[in-house]
């Protein structure tokens, strides 16, 4: 879009309402529409979305994901994380820069294919790994380049079909069932168990479980959802799936194989903190597993797993209320705590 449409963002605006929560899903959009985000585009989605133009400027500034410049139709982020530098990411860097004849940092003179270095795919497992547009590819060697960089051309730079790339695709990684992830778990038999129990006998068997975060405090579970009960305000479940950290992919292998348990543990958490809201804080570079998350809380809604009487039970006047897990998608995030900046992100509607 060479010069920024007005229709097209108002179209992209109304398609989430305007809803000021869904900001980061309009300016992403406007971006993959645009290839890139100009001040004209930022000015006319703060004036579609009814915000201030400095909170789509603030935005499009913080993520790393959002070029401010035109790049190419389609930009190869290849993850430089020092584990796939042991992977041999050096070498397919060196082929794709050989072939393309360019450095990273730099476009195609037909404007095609943008050369980038990303810090972290969340693939450390399965590297070198990249992002080749929206589709993650894996286990790359040099020989790959050539056929990835065609297939970009052939598609003229809108590639989203990871069919393209038949050995790269993500893998599962887990080798061995544990406790929680792979163990036998029949969906709704946790809610089940938990609605038979006052708010408080859940957050009492949670503290009984001795179960902690994992973020490095081992803060433990019940303590922390214990204080959030007895908090004044509206309650949300925010399960910060941003995962970054080096060698880290946990969160991925959890959302991948065993989405319902995730889903289950939110929402018997929800009612534990009468919480109003479940939201999945979902980092850019696991996009892909958007549309099954999306399909498996559709199918428990349909099961009714996602709307139990009693959920809202700190304001509820014996009203049943839906609980909801918008899938929100966070772009790359750096630096502060993680769950200090998931939640920032998130209140800005981002
Ligand atoms: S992919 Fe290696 S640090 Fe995240």
């Known amino acids: 879009m060479a010069k920024v449409d007005a229709a097209v963002i108002s179209k992209i605006a109304d398609s989430y309402h305007k809803d000021p929560h869904r900001l980061m899903d309009v300016v992403r959009d406007v971006h993959r529409d645009a290839g890139y985000l100009s001040e004209e585009a930022i000015e006319e989605i703060a004036r579609a979305m009814g915000v201030h133009r400095v909170q789509v400027q603030d935005m499009a500034s913080f993520y790393s994901f959002f070029d401010r410049k035109p790049a190419g139709a389609c930009t190869i982020r290849l993850s430089n994380c020092v584990v796939d530098q042991m992977e041999g990411m050096k070498e397919v860097a060196a082929a794709f820069e050989k072939y393309l004849g360019i450095a990273f940092g730099q476009t195609t003179p037909d404007g095609l294919i943008s050369l980038k270095y990303t810090s972290c795919t969340g693939m450390c497992d399965q590297g070198p790994a990249a992002l080749v547009g929206d589709t993650v590819v894996t286990g790359l060697k040099a020989e790959d380049v050539p056929a990835i960089v065609e297939a970009i051309r052939k598609d003229k730079g ?12 993500v893998q599962g990684g887990i080798q061995q069932a544990g406790a ?9 038999s946790a809610l089940r168990k938990a609605l038979n129990m006052s708010p408080e006998q859940v957050i009492e068997e949670i503290n009984k479980s001795k179960l902690r975060g994992r973020g490095g405090a081992g803060f433990p579970t019940g303590m922390k959802w214990s204080f959030c009960r007895k908090a004044a305000g509206t309650h949300y479940i925010i399960c910060n799936a941003d995962e970054g950290e080096p060698g880290t992919f946990k969160d991925r292998a959890i959302m991948t194989e065993t989405p319902d348990l995730l889903f289950e543990g939110m929402t018997v958490a929800g009612y534990a903190l009468g919480a109003k809201e479940g939201l999945l804080y979902l980092r850019a570079e696991y996009s892909y597993l958007w549309p099954r998350l999306e399909q498996v809380l559709a199918r428990r809604r349909r099961h009714g797993l996602c709307q139990s009487p009693g959920w809202d039970t700190q304001n509820g006047a014996g009203q049943p209320r839906g609980s909801r897990h918008p899938c929100h998608s966070g772009e790359r995030l750096v630096g502060a705590g993680r769950t200090g900046i998931s939640l920032f992100s998130l209140q800005r509607g981002q």
């Open 158 to 169: 809108r590639i989203g079909k990871s069919e393209l790339f038949p050995n790269a695709e």
């Open 180 to 188: 929680v992830v792979l163990a036998p778990f029949e969906n709704g």
